[in-house]
């Protein structure tokens, strides 16, 4: 068993980098120890056009850093906010962070390209001073003011998709407007008010820089959909997940009791992305992973079929041994009749 064990492992290798010469895909995806060192190094020499962090990257939980205003003036930046703005329009996602592009600092972008640099919520702002002053942690001050403007029709439903959980979109509970302090890509600082899905992704995105995820945000876990399931949402049932989620489309706002709000987004057309576009985050690695599992499952295969192969061969030939035996005892066979 040991002997046919090391034949196999051999001729696992030997088949692996055969497959790899035939796919074009360079490495030796069946490295012993450290397997998974050896995998991991071989995913990350994947070449992203835009690499995007996703989930669950130590990163994205963190607060991310301001970036210097004299050197944002001076261009110092361009470069980096033209790649965050143009992995956002590559991927058709409707906003996008710099901490998922890889730079952790706080820069976003939205779908009508403006740019936001050390952004300053400053409803948060206002809140938190009147929390401390009442003496309340912030999480429980942030829920107290929630349920009043719920109560006062100011805050909506809406599905969001998020380029770092790439194949899921979440139903989630925002004020409808919100006033940001920032400054521009040049370094200028504008106080502005958004609403509709401006305002929407805008706190998605302040989110991000602040180390806050979907996960604190969402009704429940029933109202996390996969991507490739919200295509399909005609097919879904009334209730499912619930019927106000089932009732809101994608960049359409739902305030209780029975208000919905449509906002164009003509640069977010993420949904119109096939499978077979290979345009999504990760999709290198995912082609590379893909690959070298056929890769390995025609190995296995091949593999069991010489095992059972031989086990067959091997029956056959105890199986004519056994005859042979069963005639002596009977003293009908040829052995021993000389």
């Known amino acids: 068993m040991r002997t046919s064990a090391a034949a196999a492992v051999a001729a696992a290798h030997a088949g692996m980098r055969a497959l790899h010469t035939a796919f074009g895909v360079t490495g030796n995806s069946c490295g012993t120890s450290p397997h998974a060192t050896v995998a991991s190094a071989r995913l990350a020499a994947v070449q992203e056009t835009y690499p995007i962090i ?15 205003a004299r050197r944002v ?10 790649q965050v703005r143009e992995a956002r329009h590559y991927y058709q ?3 996008m962070s710099a901490p998922q592009t890889g730079w952790n600092v706080q820069m976003f972008t939205l779908f009508d390209n403006s740019v936001f640099i050390n952004p300053v919520n400053l409803d948060e702002e206002a809140w938190r001073a009147e929390a401390a002053q009442q ?9 107290e003011k929630m349920r009043e403007l719920r109560t006062e029709g100011l805050t909506g439903f809406a599905w969001e998709p998020c380029a770092s959980s790439g194949f899921l979109l979440h139903y989630i509970e925002r004020p409808l407007t919100v006033r940001v302090r920032a400054l521009d890509e040049h370094g200028k600082p504008f106080t502005v008010t958004l609403d509709k899905m401006r305002a929407r992704m805008a706190l998605h995105e302040l989110d991000h820089l602040q180390g806050v995820l979907f996960t ?6 029933d109202h996390v959909v996969p991507m490739e399931g919200f295509v399909t949402m005609s097919d879904w049932s009334d209730d499912y997940p619930s019927l106000e989620a089932r009732s809101t489309f994608l960049y359409t706002i739902f305030t209780p009791p029975y208000h919905f709000v449509s906002d164009a987004v003509p640069d977010g057309n993420l949904l119109d992305r096939k499978f077979e576009d290979g345009i999504y985050p990760g999709c290198e690695q995912d082609r590379q992973q893909r690959i070298e599992l056929a890769a390995m499952e025609e190995i296995q295969r091949n593999a069991w079929r010489k095992e059972k192969a031989k086990r067959k061969e ?10 042979g035996t069963v005639e002596d005892d009977d003293g009908s066979g040829t052995h021993g009749a000389s």
């Open 54 to 68: 996703q989930l669950p990257a130590r990163s994205l939980w963190c607060r991310q850093y301001a970036l210097d």
């Open 73 to 82: 003036a001076q261009g110092e930046y361009a470069g980096l906010v033209s």
């Open 93 to 95: 996602y409707p906003s």
């Open 135 to 143: 003496g309340m942690s912030w999480v429980a001050f942030e829920e």
């Open 216 to 221: 604190r945000r969402v009704v429940d876990t």
């Open 314 to 323: 091997g029956g056959q030939q105890c199986g004519r041994g056994d005859v």
